[in-house]
């Protein structure tokens, strides 16, 4: 389980939790809710199959201050099945990763 803080945009995520298992998930879910805290948090599943990360919510009392967000593995061919999995945020890579750069110049007299 990796633990780190980000801020996207205006929504601010206090803490962030990466999970790679179904127990995993619930554990931190478990922790998260122990705070009673009004910080946003965010659950992120990391390389999971969609059964996993749907089953994994299903098991989590979903509140406001918690976020559902899937990344790894996740392409133009499976997005739409992660999307269905109950989660907020699709996370891609592939986005950032795998872009062909594109060689340009500009001359300006």
Known sequence: MQISELTA???SV?????VKS?????????EIFKLKSEKLFAIMFDNMKPTEIKNSIDKINK???LLFEASG???QENIEEYSK???????LGRL???VKSFDMSLQVT
């Open 63 to 65: 509140t406001d201050n």
């Open 9 to 11: 945009g205006k929504t």
């Open 85 to 91: 999995t109950g989660v907020d945020i699709v996370s």
């Open 14 to 18: 206090n803490i962030e939790v990466e």
């Open 22 to 30: 179904e127990e995993e998930a619930l554990k931190a879910a478990e």
């Open 96 to 98: 950032t990763h795998s």
């Open 73 to 75: 593995g996740i392409n």
